[in-house]
């Protein structure tokens, strides 16, 4: 790969995931906070991106990949989804505001796989040059938490502004990467090949059965995180807290890189019982922590997010790339990210919404009782981490990592 293309991939990356970071982080205050949303309405508003991810597979593999050239189609839904995305932030009634941002949802979602597969096709070695490119992504979140944070637009309808703005400089921006021709023009694509069915065959492995079930149980109460850290955190008072948050994609960037160490002397099960761990530990922390003499817990609560990620997430992906069969794997990584991202996630955002409302005090402004609210989840976690540990069962637990790159598709979060 070129050195020209390297540079265009790796401001592909930074953008993608700084318009994410700019809008995403901090919805759910502007929500509450400023436009009196209740819980479950901020939880349906998370949800659109959950609804996105179930519908983006048919929209990638049965159009976008027969008919289209990559970047003119990367272009075209980053300019529609700007002028969609400047379109929700004047809105101040839930139900044109839902219906809008589900409409913005349907426009970004797709991109990431798209982002990932152009970057791919340029490759002669992926496993080797994607992950320096990709890391520009988390860099880019962080980028848009910082600059958000530090001039204190959490309540308000500017970062979405400011994401609408990156989404239209990046889609002029796509027009400038490689040319990436449809890469499926004469295969006849099915809604079997979109969904991944195929895979559906690996669960008649116990163990994987048992994966796919704990993957799905687990992004519940992951959700809480994603819809409620930042008003949990504004509303505490903690000053910056967009910025703070970015700490937990710093620490998702040190433990990517000493993850290899931790494979070679945990395996697999034990890093996925760590990464479902670390979610319930991060969630006590969370019910334990205030602004004032227990604003430690707050902070560790945020590092944890390496762990959550890396060691939850990019472990699954490795662990399905390791169990599927070749012809499978593209199928078998669809069929999670359908299950997780989608279905799972899709269900988080409905109940969080709900537990949080229950745990609602003062209406205006806004108070709850965020120590019983995360407890919620942290029990939702435990949970899962034990019926995981008594059911799952791998063979692989202390063998080295292939040198494989995990599809990663959120930053994340």
């Not at 990356?13 to 759910?28: I, K, N």
């Not at 889609?171 to 004469?186: D, E, I, Q, R, Y």
């Not at 959700?223 to 930042?230: L, M, V």
């Not at 922390?285 to 959550?308: D, E, P, Q, R, T």
């Amino acid at each position: 790969m070129s050195g020209s293309a390297r540079l265009k991939l790796s401001v592909l990356m930074f953008l993608q995931y700084f318009v994410w970071g700019a809008w995403s982080v901090t919805m759910g205050t502007w929500l509450g906070a400023t436009l009196g949303f209740s819980g479950q309405q901020v939880g349906l508003a998370y949800g659109t991106t959950a609804v996105a991810a179930m519908v983006s597979p048919f929209f990638v593999g049965m159009i976008a990949d027969r008919f289209f050239a990559t970047e003119k189609l990367l272009a075209a839904l980053h300019v529609v989804g700007a002028v969609i995305l400047l379109w929700a932030s004047t809105q101040t009634a839930f139900g044109l505001f839902y219906a809008v941002l589900l409409a913005y949802a349907l426009c970004y979602m797709p991109t990431l796989a798209l982002s990932n597969s152009i970057s791919f096709r340029q490759m002669r070695e992926p496993s080797r040059e994607f992950p320096p490119i990709r890391v520009l992504g988390t860099i880019g979140w962080i980028v848009a938490g910082l600059f958000i944070g530090t001039l204190g637009l959490e309540a308000t309808a500017i970062p979405m502004r400011i994401a609408a703005a990156g989404s239209l400089g990046l889609g002029l921006f796509c027009l400038a990467l490689p040319h990436t021709p449809p890469a499926k023009m004469a295969v006849r694509v099915t809604v079997r090949d979109v969904l991944g069915l195929d895979a559906l065959q690996l669960l008649r492995d116990g163990s994987f059965a048992v994966f796919v079930l704990g993957s799905f149980l687990i992004c519940i109460p992951l959700q809480f995180y994603y819809t409620f850290a930042n008003p949990f955190l504004n509303e505490l008072g903690v000053s910056n807290a967009a910025g703070k948050m970015t700490l937990g994609q710093m620490s998702e960037i040190g433990f990517m890189l000493i993850m290899p160490w931790f494979f070679r002397r945990l395996g697999v099960k034990y890093m996925l019982l760590v990464g479902m761990g670390a979610w319930a530990a991060r969630y006590l922390l969370f019910a334990m922590g205030n602004n004032g003499a227990m604003v430690w817990a707050l902070y560790s609560g945020i590092l944890l997010h390496g762990i959550c990620y890396d060691f939850f997430f990019v472990t699954g992906q490795i662990y399905v790339d390791q169990r599927a069969p070749a012809d499978l794997r593209a199928a078998a990584q669809g069929l999670i990210a359908f299950v997780t991202l989608g279905v799972g996630m899709f269900i988080g955002s409905l109940i969080s919404g709900r537990v949080v409302d229950a745990f609602l005090i003062s209406p205006d402004p806004p108070v709850h009782a965020w120590d019983r609210v995360w407890m919620v989840p942290a029990a939702g976690a435990v949970v899962v981490l034990a019926l995981f540990a008594l059911f799952f069962r791998s063979k692989e637990e202390t063998s080295p990592i292939r040198e494989r790159t995990p599809l990663v598709s959120e930053s994340a979060q």
